[in-house]
């Protein structure tokens, strides 16, 4: 079973060479790198490909000119030879096991989507603070991933994807969030329970610096989206818009989500599918 580790860069050369190293440490051996460049306006490019050299097992494309994060992770996922993709920014890095300890979960045909949890580290990708997820619920209409759960390392298997509306071309922000609603809406999501994943912290970061709000605007966009994809009406009793309108009407049907009682009964629900899979 091959994997595609896809890498969308734009001038983030200066970090990737800690990501490099940690894919060559990888314990799962049968792994492809595919690195799409858009249009970097530093040296990554002379950077990048001085690091990788003669090894045939990364490629590296450039787009024409910048095209935004949505097209080129698209066009990664299309380029990529492998079974299972995931995304890794050149910014970061993976531990050993992480393609590993995912390649065994697909093992199993019913699952379509891996995470795990990931450690955010500083600028020189030193331990800062672990992210606390666990498993989400599976088979569920009402799971848009808010608060967010689902995030690095994600992996994902590309027959199932081609099965999906693709990757949002227009997607600025939140691109990665539409995907894994997509993804989930496909089958089973499995939560590996490890850090798998180092995500730095750095003021070149593009979710990092000043786009908060914007990203928040993008998600609540996402998450209509997959209102309208499921064949929604209501949720908790209340109707959802036609059309959207401000981020504020999406975030407050899922308010309830919020309560006690939803939660325990989430926490219940988790934990019966994780004993009868």
């Known amino acids: 079973m091959k ?8 001038n983030n050369g200066k970090y ?32 990048i490909k001085n690091i990788i050299g003669s090894d045939n097992r990364f490629r590296f494309f450039e787009n024409a000119g910048n095209s935004g994060v949505g ?8 380029l990529a030879d492998g079974d299972i993709c995931g995304f890794v920014d ?16 697909f093992r199993k045909q019913d699952v379509v989507l891996t995470y795990s949890r990931f450690m955010s580290c500083n600028d020189n990708l030193q331990p800062v603070s672990p992210f606390v997820t666990r498993q989400v619920r599976n088979n569920d ?25 693709k990757m949002n071309t227009a997607m600025k922000i939140a691109e990665d969030q539409d995907l894994y609603l997509k993804m989930y809406e496909k089958g089973k999501v499995k939560f590996i329970n490890e850090i798998n ?14 786009n908060k709000s914007e990203s928040y605007e993008y998600f609540a966009k996402v998450i209509f989206s997959a209102m309208k994809r499921r064949g929604l009406k209501k949720i908790n009793g209340n109707k959802i818009p036609d059309e959207y309108t401000h981020s504020r009407e999406i975030y407050s049907l899922l308010e309830y989500q919020h309560s006690i009682p939803y939660r325990i009964k989430k926490k219940v629900i988790i934990f019966i599918q994780k004993i009868f899979g």
């Open 71 to 78: 097209i080129t992770k698209s066009k990664l996922i299309e």
């Open 197 to 210: 994943y180092l995500y730095r912290l750095h003021s070149g970061g593009i979710s990092q610096n000043d």
């Open 141 to 165: 209409h009402y799971f848009f991933n808010y608060p967010i759960q689902i995030a690095h390392f994600v992996c994902f298997r590309k027959k199932v994807y081609r099965n999906t509306e």
């Open 16 to 47: 990737f060479k800690e990501c490099y190293d940690s894919i060559m440490a990888q314990e799962y051996r049968d792994w492809e790198a595919v690195i799409l460049d858009d249009a970097s306006t530093d040296d990554s490019v002379r950077v």
């Open 3 to 10: 994997f595609s580790i896809l890498i969308a860069n734009y």
């Open 90 to 105: 050149p910014d970061d890095a993976i531990t050993p096991t992480a393609i590993s300890s995912s390649i065994k979960n």
